[in-house]
């Protein structure tokens, strides 16, 4: 036990949920990858299994690595990995919307690694962490809106945009975040509903022009938002997706207890049933009861992130979890709001759950930069010792 302590430092329940998330994924992935195999004809479950854990395994030893890096540091890091996600977007971007047939607006596929990346997942968290530092930076300043347009503006902006084109839902769960963390950081209200205004209209400005001058764009998804949106929207349930049908049909067939582990239907019919819609599978295998236990681990995660960004004695600190884990937050949400059809289908994986790559590695960079702040937690006592003892030293630099 003592030697497990000395590797799962920081907040110990933070860990316990993390791990849980972990071992849990294993049963609806096994389950759910057999559609891989049979309908796609992609490999075989085993083999997706074993994908799943390496990736998973090598998260967690990303956690671990992270866990013992001090927390000021991730910053500075954020500032230098701006331009890399920048162009990194704009190679996601220029690649086109498709790789070897299936959507590739969030991945990028570099010759020579036998998996692709997810860049906007790894926007995400940089540019979040590069907010929570600059709005540290400036927090003593009178803050004008024109002095930080450049620095903190145009950032959000750049990465928004890149993202935009091809994957709307996700470019703008990147911007409503940044206006979170911003709202936190105690920018101005007054500017920060000038920045939605300017985010909406050019967001609709897009979608007119793509729809009215289709060649002045290029390539994008613009038909397919709308046709999701009106699905969602529309009375006639006839016009639903082929995904909502199947994903409410396995909710329904979940009812209380579920149908019992691996033995789902709807993971042969349902698109995605392993990544984007495996809440569904879950809740059809494990019932309202495992679903409802999945929504508790989130939350209490959630729980802990709040905990943790109070108890931390720096500004920098209580914004860095923030920023490291709403991400993970919102995501997890979000695709399970978009299963039970509270939202319009948006294609974001299940944190720690969906079966996937390198969207596990960047859940996990932000796991281990918010272990990274609470191994840093101090006691009042040893806050006010501190104090006294910098008092003390400044008495005696006077003297």
Request: include cysteine; charge should be neutral; aromatic fraction near 10%.
């Amino acid at each position: 036990m003592e030697r497990l302590n000395n590797i799962l430092l920081g907040d110990k329940y933070l860990w316990a949920f993390i791990l849980l998330l972990t071992a849990f994924s294993f049963l609806p992935v096994y389950s759910a990858s057999s559609n891989l195999e049979l309908i796609v004809g992609e490999g075989s479950t085993i083999s997706h299994l074993g994908k799943h854990a390496f990736f998973l395994l090598v998260g967690l030893a990303i956690i671990v690595g992270l866990q013992h890096v001090d927390y000021k540091y991730f910053g500075g890091l954020a500032l230098l990995g701006m331009p890399i996600v920048v162009v990194l977007l704009g190679l996601t971007l220029v690649q086109g919307t498709t790789i070897e047939g299936a959507n590739a607006a969030r991945w990028l596929k570099i010759p020579g690694i036998p998996f692709t990346i997810q860049t906007s997942s790894l926007a995400s968290l940089t540019l979040m962490i590069y907010c929570a530092r600059y709005l540290t930076k400036i927090r003593e300043q009178n803050i004008r809106f024109i002095d930080t347009i450049l620095p903190l503006l145009l950032p959000i902006i750049v990465v928004v945009g890149l993202i935009f084109p091809a994957n709307g839902s996700t470019a703008l769960i990147i911007f409503a975040m940044a206006l979170v963390i911003l709202f936190l950081g105690d920018y101005p209200l007054k500017y920060l509903f000038g920045l939605l205004f300017s985010g909406i209209l050019f967001a609709s400005l897009f979608i007119y022009v793509a729809k009215t001058k289709p060649d002045l764009i290029g390539s994008n998804r613009v038909d397919t938002w709308i046709s999701r949106i009106e699905s969602f929207l529309g009375d006639d349930k006839e016009e639903e997706s082929y995904q909502v049908k199947n994903a409410k049909t396995a909710i329904v067939q979940g009812s209380i207890l579920g149908v019992g582990s691996g033995k789902s239907a709807l993971k042969q019919t349902l698109p995605q049933s392993s990544s984007d819609f495996i809440f569904a599978i879950i809740v059809e295998e494990y019932g309202f009861v495992g679903g409802l236990f999945l929504i508790f681990i989130f939350l209490s995660i959630l729980f802990r992130i709040i905990l943790i960004s109070v108890k931390i004695h720096t500004y920098f600190g209580t914004l860095l979890v923030f920023a490291a884990g709403l991400p993970i937050i919102f995501q997890a949400l979000i695709n399970m709001a978009v299963a039970v059809n509270l939202m319009p289908v948006t294609g974001q994986p299940l944190p720690m759950i969906s079966y996937g790559g390198t969207s596990i590695w960047i859940t996990c960079m932000g796991l281990g930069v918010i272990l990274s702040v609470s191994r840093q937690i101090k006691t009042p006592e040893e806050i006010q010792a501190e104090r006294k003892k910098q008092s003390e030293a400044i008495i005696e630099d006077i003297a």
